[in-house]
């Protein structure tokens, strides 16, 4: 297996080979066993400072994020659109390079925008990480999701596995990351939604399409459910959420109905009651916290081997 990225930046799944993503995944294996351990720190990058830098609202990522930094004992700025000097005109080239004047070594940024994190790759000199950017890619996501799928089933890679990625397709960074990695690593993918919510183009990408949930939950081992992005829609695409959730919600009756276990995952946050019950959700059926829990140490893996460090305990 190759023991460096071939990249300098993780701008999204597009651009990283399946020796990329196995390395990842290794490495998040060897950092899972670092939190699980009484004292749960490694000195790795304790000569690195990291910027977050959200434009965008987080839970997960941001606190993921920066406790992956803190776990690697690198030095941690936070630093949010909100109460910045991006609302009195700042541009994001400026804001960035006056963070990186303040020597710092990598940027892990949300924006709003598709392609931001590409941008700012091409224009500032500092290892970028792309935590979330407009409905383009969600590379960190991805990662977690695939990792979390292979320690459920406890396989080293997807071949033979059927994911099925339910929901709003048109308008999510998460359903492209992952239809890149899990291809990557051998799955079967199929996406599911109301025909308004399915890019036109999306059968280009190699995946099957349903526009029927109980036919989709009968094809596949697991079920990927995504929440609708109602901030990113500017007009309407059903007719109503209840309408959504009786076609495209799943429930325990549905799920017990299908005649085998599926797994349930979601990538927060969770709408309960519109895209997945709290019967489901909380169920062991669920793998949802899992993730969460997960995406710690993938976020540890890809800023210890995008740092370019050789030795992984310091
Ligand atoms: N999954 C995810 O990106 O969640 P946040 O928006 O809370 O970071």
Redesign the pocket.
């Known amino acids: 297996m190759e023991k460096k990225l071939s990249v300098d930046h993780l701008l999204g799944i597009k651009y990283l080979t399946k020796g990329d993503i196995e390395l990842i995944l290794s490495t998040a294996d060897y950092f899972k066993k670092v939190l699980q351990q009484p004292i749960r720190k490694v000195p790795s990058l304790q000569d690195t400072t990291i910027a977050n830098v959200f434009f965008e ?6 606190l993921s994020f920066e406790l992956a930094e803190k776990r690697l004992s690198a030095d941690v700025v936070n630093f949010s659109a909100s109460s910045s000097s991006v609302s009195k005109g700042e541009t994001l080239i400026d804001t960035v390079n006056n963070i990186l004047a303040m020597k710092v070594d990598m940027v892990v940024m949300r924006h709003p925008n598709p392609g931001a994190s590409m941008f700012l790759a091409k224009h500032v000199k500092s290892k970028i990480i792309n935590a ?1 950017d407009g409905a383009h890619e ?1 590379p960190t ?1 991805a990662l977690l999701d695939a990792y979390s799928i292979t320690r459920k089933f406890d396989v080293p890679h997807l071949k033979g596995k059927k994911v099925v990625i339910v929901g709003d397709i048109l308008h999510s960074r ?1 359903a492209i990351s992952n239809i890149y990695c899990l291809h990557r690593l051998g799955a079967e993918v199929m996406v599911c939604g109301p025909t308004t919510l399915i890019p036109k183009h999306i059968s280009a990408l190699n995946v099957k399409v349903e526009h029927n949930l109980r036919k989709a939950l009968e094809w596949c081992d697991v079920a990927n459910m995504l929440r609708i992005q109602l901030e990113r829609q500017d007009i309407k695409y059903f007719p109503s959420l209840r309408e959504y959730t009786m076609m495209y919600g799943v429930n325990k009756q549905l799920l017990d109905s299908l005649g085998k276990e599926i797994t349930i995952m979601h ?3 969770i709408n309960r009651g519109v895209e997945i019950t709290s019967d489901v959700a909380d169920s062991g059926q669920s793998i949802i916290l899992q993730q969460v829990e997960n995406g710690v140490a993938i976020r540890m893996a890809v800023l210890y081997l995008l740092s370019g460090k050789s030795t992984i305990g310091g």
Request: net charge positive; proline share 15%; charged share 15%.
């Open positions: 609202n987080s839970t997960r990522t941001r979330g969600h996501q998460v990538p927060g946050p």
